[in-house]
């Protein structure tokens, strides 16, 4: 992860730069993340905080920066996830992991579309 | 000649496989893959490669190939399939040098750092050496169909 966006704006004014592999204005929120810019991202995962109309909005604003090939990563509502704390995030980095890999292994991380882990 | 597919490479099948070619009247050529998630699967591409694979080994052995021809052949595919899936080391060193750069949207930093500490790169555990022989150890009198 080489940043981390925790707010809809915060991914409108910071995605632009970022995926056209330039810095971002503004640090990662909290410094999570490597910070490390010197590769383009090929892939943005969101939290189930954010819902359809969210999705499409941040859809929209990588369309009008000209990006259309990085795929969006969803977490499926059907799958049945621990409560809110340190077992939650395991098991989103293990669904997240198994669906990052899958994609690159098919050559599928530079097409675009939403997947759902 | 055979090829087989499983997740544990200590699996009784393997070994029983690798006793017979032991025994000189059989080898045995293994495909293993091993993974570290138990959700991890092969790519429809990587299992064609790995079938065609199975199946022209089969063709070359009953056709009676030069020796030569066929050592050559297995050593080719061998190594086309290790990179297929990742197999070599310098590949491994790859990945752990290149991790896939993603971006994170969370709505809480505490879960937004848990993942991130979790997706840290590591090594994706796909690797599949040939089980028996060594195709450099072998002799031209073992080659002989």
Not at chain 1, 8 to 31: C, H, K, R, W, Y
Not at chain 1, 48 to 68: F, L, N, P, R, S
Not at chain 2, 79 to 106: A, F, H, R, T
Request: glycine share 8%; hydrophobic share 40%.
């Amino acid at each position: 992860v080489v940043h981390v966006i925790l707010t809809v704006p915060s991914f409108t004014s910071t995605i632009p730069s970022l995926l056209s592999g330039n810095p971002p204005a503004s640090p990662s929120e909290d410094q999570i993340g490597t910070q490390n810019y010197t590769r383009r991202p090929v892939a943005i995962v969101t939290g189930a905080g954010y819902d359809d109309a969210m999705i499409e909005t941040m859809q929209e604003e990588c369309k009008k920066g000209g990006v259309e090939d990085v795929p969006f990563l969803r977490p499926d509502l059907n799958v049945p996830t621990p409560p809110l704390g340190p077992k939650y995030g395991a098991a989103m980095v293990a669904r997240v992991k198994a669906c990052i890999s899958e994609l690159a292994e098919e050559g599928r991380l530079g097409g675009g579309g939403v997947w759902y882990f | 000649v055979g090829c087989g597919h499983t997740r544990n490479s200590r699996a009784p099948e393997v070994r029983s496989a690798l006793r017979t070619a032991e025994d000189g009247s059989i080898w045995v050529f293994g495909v293993r893959v091993l993974f570290k998630k138990p959700n991890s699967r092969l790519s429809s591409s990587q299992v064609l490669s790995l079938l065609s694979f199975s199946s022209l080994t089969l063709l070359a052995a009953s056709s009676r190939l030069r020796n030569t021809t066929l050592h050559t052949y297995l050593r080719f595919s061998l190594g086309y399939i290790s990179l297929l899936v990742g197999n070599s080391k310098e590949e491994k060193d790859l990945k752990m040098d290149q991790p896939i750069p993603v971006i994170l949207c969370g709505k809480t930093a505490e879960i937004a750092k848990a993942v991130v500490n979790g997706l840290q790169p590591e090594i994706e555990g796909l690797f599949l050496p040939p089980l028996l022989p060594p195709l450099s150890a072998l002799t031209e009198n073992q080659w002989s169909m």
